[in-house]
């Protein structure tokens, strides 16, 4: 069996909000961040396993701070820990203020997703395993 370390499969993705992202408050629509995070997601979890994978579940979502356009949304996903077919991937969202001309990253929001992994049959499979 295989065995992966977290970093393998770490990834980070950046976005720009943009004002088509924003919902009736002026703010970044939760729904396109939420969209964002599971692209990360499975990005991470298809790095560690090789295959294409599919979302199993979104929980522990936490929105901390707001965003607006013209700011930066950097999105980090790692692989926390994993089963016989399923990946849990960690994912954190830091917002860079470009609209405060503010550099530092603030922690917007996190989330735990799970994916499962599957073959061109779309028969679940076993994942490698993670070494800590
Ligand atoms: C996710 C899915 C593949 C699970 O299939 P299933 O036959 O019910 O799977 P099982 O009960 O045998 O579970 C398989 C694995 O998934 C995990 N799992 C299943 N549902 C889960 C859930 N809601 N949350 C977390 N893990 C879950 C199980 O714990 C198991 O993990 P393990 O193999 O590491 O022990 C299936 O429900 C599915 O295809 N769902 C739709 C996925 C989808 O369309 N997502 C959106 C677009 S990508």
């Known amino acids: 069996m295989k065995i992966k370390k977290v970093e393998d499969s770490k990834t980070v993705?950046?976005?720009l909000v943009l004002s088509s992202h924003v919902n009736g408050s002026g703010r970044l629509f939760g729904g396109?961040?939420?969209?964002?995070?599971?692209?990360?997601?499975?990005?991470?979890?298809?790095?560690?396993?090789?295959?294409?994978?599919?979302?199993?579940s979104?929980?522990?979502?936490?929105?901390?701070?707001?965003?607006?356009?013209?700011?930066l949304i950097v999105i980090t996903s790692e692989i926390e820990s994993v089963g016989n077919t399923s990946m849990k991937v960690?994912?954190?969202?830091?917002v860079e203020e470009f609209?405060?001309?503010?550099?530092?990253?603030k922690k917007t929001c996190s989330a735990l997703f799970t994916y499962v992994a599957i073959d061109e049959n779309g028969v679940k499979h076993t994942v490698p395993r993670l070494k800590k």
Not at 99 to 105: G, I, L, Y
């Open 13 to 15: 993705m950046t976005e």
């Open 32 to 56: 396109q961040l939420m969209a964002w995070m599971d692209i990360a997601g499975a990005i991470c979890a298809r790095r560690h396993c090789q295959c294409t994978v599919v979302t199993a």
């Open 58 to 71: 979104a929980t522990d979502l936490n929105f901390y701070l707001p965003a607006v356009p013209n700011d």
């Open 90 to 94: 960690r994912i954190t969202v830091e």
């Open 99 to 105: 609209s405060k001309r503010e550099t530092r990253r």
